[in-house]
């Protein structure tokens, strides 16, 4: 009998997502259809009539707007190296004091291909705490400290998550496909004045230092390993949208 | 303002220097900088620098992985010793397959005075790994003659391959055993694995005798389990001998002659 026991994929993930993704036109579809063509669509970001004034169907889809309007990207990064691609471009989210010190941001990277067959995507959830901001000069920020973490995992047949079923218990210990990171850098902001912005309401650049599990693990146990070998660079830009 | 910005101009291209050495795709990406295809160079080495000998000094090392430190160490021993001829490594130079594992072990083994070469394991395989050793070293299975000796470099990791590719490759055995020029009086097989090990395909008793067909096959060397050991896997008087991990802090020195072979467990 087939066991039940769900496992997870990738495939599963963006299928969800897929689906949700599907969800939110076909809402709009039936709103169009519903509401008569004198009455405005329901606005998310300006309540300003009265709830006894809309019928309930309206609250609702007001309500399930504002909920998913929280997820519309705030942000978008682009990365030159760093451990996860050549390449990599992101959405993201800035959130907490001033709207500015947490930010989450996905990653989709390009590896590639170098000696091996084929190239390869990376995906890569990013966790980033930028605490400080200095004004300098007109329109320039600087943040002297961006931390966190990232998770990444590359795609292809050759990696696994935790060793494969085949493997005596213990054989590996580790994930060839999962890589956990902290890094550490730096950023410079450019607020665009508000009389010429056209698309983002700032961009910044920034350098950041990583370092992986498991070149920390390599580094804690030899003295021949210096910190300059277990670091990676990267270099990127990021577009504040608000 | 003319002194600063020279100075400031060489800071920049110092600080460039240092981070082209930073800049990494993956720790997978297979982007190797510096020396490649080394086996075949160190093959044409052995090949010069053996072909007249009546005496054949070889040492063994394996399982490297993530001790750097200990394969300094190794490296300076057996640099110290002064009559060695080559140096085999019998596989698992790194530990996680990572491309910068492949670089450092082969930047600390650049220090050997003499010729070396390295046998893929089980851990050079992860990821990709294996793309990574045929781009720094090149053929997974290859052989080479010291004088009268000839080596022969094999990939036992079938393990690692689901048993679904030809390892060991006996079309590549068959066609070195029909290669073998006259002259030679002595066969040495080294390998990662033993026969009868997990990572082993079940075709050991096949493959013992395929490798009757050498001549005068002396002995087998072996890795993979990290302590010293002579093991007679076929008890037909063939020994495989199988080198300690770096953590050990001991290699294997064989002394080869037409006659008679000594192999000794040197602790550094």
């Not at chain 1, 990738?10 to 008569?36: C, D, E, H, M, R």
Request: aromatic share 18%; glycine share 6%; net charge neutral.
């Amino acid at each position: 009998m087939k066991s039940l026991k769900y496992k997870f994929s990738w495939g599963t993930l963006f299928g969800i997502l897929f689906f949700a993704a599907n969800l939110y036109p076909n809402v709009l579809k039936a709103q169009q259809i519903s509401t008569p063509a004198e009455t405005h669509l329901p606005d998310t970001f300006s309540v300003n009539t009265s709830a006894k004034d809309i019928s309930s169907y309206e609250q609702y889809v007001r309500r399930y707007r504002k909920f998913w309007s929280r997820l519309i990207p705030s942000q978008f990064k682009i990365q030159y190296a760093g451990s996860i691609g050549i390449f990599s471009a992101s959405a993201g989210w800035h959130y907490g004091y001033e709207l500015r010190t947490w930010e989450t941001d996905v990653f989709l990277g390009i590896v590639p291909k170098f000696q091996t067959r084929c190239s390869r995507a990376t995906l890569t959830f990013k966790q980033s705490y930028v605490p400080f901001r200095f004004p300098i000069l007109e329109q320039f920020d600087f943040e002297p400290l961006a931390c966190g973490l990232f998770f990444s995992t590359i795609f292809g047949e050759e990696f696994w998550g935790a060793q494969p079923s085949k493997y005596p218990k213990h054989y590996y210990g580790f994930s060839t496909r999962i890589r956990s990171n902290i890094f550490l850098g730096e950023r410079l902001r450019y607020r665009i004045p508000s009389n010429i912005h056209k698309r983002h309401n700032s961009v910044s650049v920034y350098y950041e230092l990583s370092t992986s599990d498991l070149y920390l693990a390599s580094y804690a146990t030899n003295r021949y390993l210096s910190l300059w070998d277990i670091l990676s660079l990267s270099f990127g830009m990021k577009f504040e949208l608000f | 303002m003319k002194r600063f910005s020279t100075f400031s101009l060489y800071l920049i291209i110092l600080v460039a220097f240092q981070a082209c050495d930073l800049i990494e795709y993956h720790p997978y990406d297979s982007h190797v900088k510096g020396a490649t295809h080394l086996t075949y160079q160190m093959i044409q080495r052995i090949q010069d620098a053996c072909a007249e000998k009546d005496t054949i000094r070889f040492a063994q090392i394996s399982d490297t992985q993530r001790w750097y430190d200990e394969t300094q160490d190794l490296v300076n021993a057996i640099n110290a010793h002064g009559n060695i001829d080559f140096v085999i490594h019998t596989g698992d130079q790194t530990d996680f397959g990572l491309t910068k594992e492949f670089i450092w072990q082969r930047n600390i083994m650049a220090g050997f005075k003499m010729p070396f070469v390295c046998i893929i394991g089980n851990h050079d395989c992860l990821g990709l790994g294996e793309e990574t050793y045929h781009k720094i070293y090149g053929n997974d299975n290859f052989s080479f003659n010291a004088g009268f000796l000839h080596v022969v470099c094999l990939n036992t990791n079938a393990f690692e391959y689901d048993y679904s590719s030809n390892i060991p490759d006996f079309q590549y055995i068959k066609q070195d055993i029909d290669s073998v020029p006259p002259g030679i009086s002595r066969t040495i097989v080294a390998m990662h694995a033993i026969p009868y090990s997990e990572q082993f395909n079940n075709i050991a008793e096949y493959f013992n005798l395929t490798l009757q067909k050498y001549p005068g096959l002396t002995c087998c060397l072996c890795g993979h389990d990290h302590h010293n050991d002579v093991i007679y896997p076929f008890k037909n008087g063939v020994p495989y001998y199988e080198c300690a991990a770096a953590r050990e802090k001991t290699y294997l020195l064989f002394t080869i002659t037409k006659n008679s072979y000594t192999y000794e467990i040197v602790k550094i």
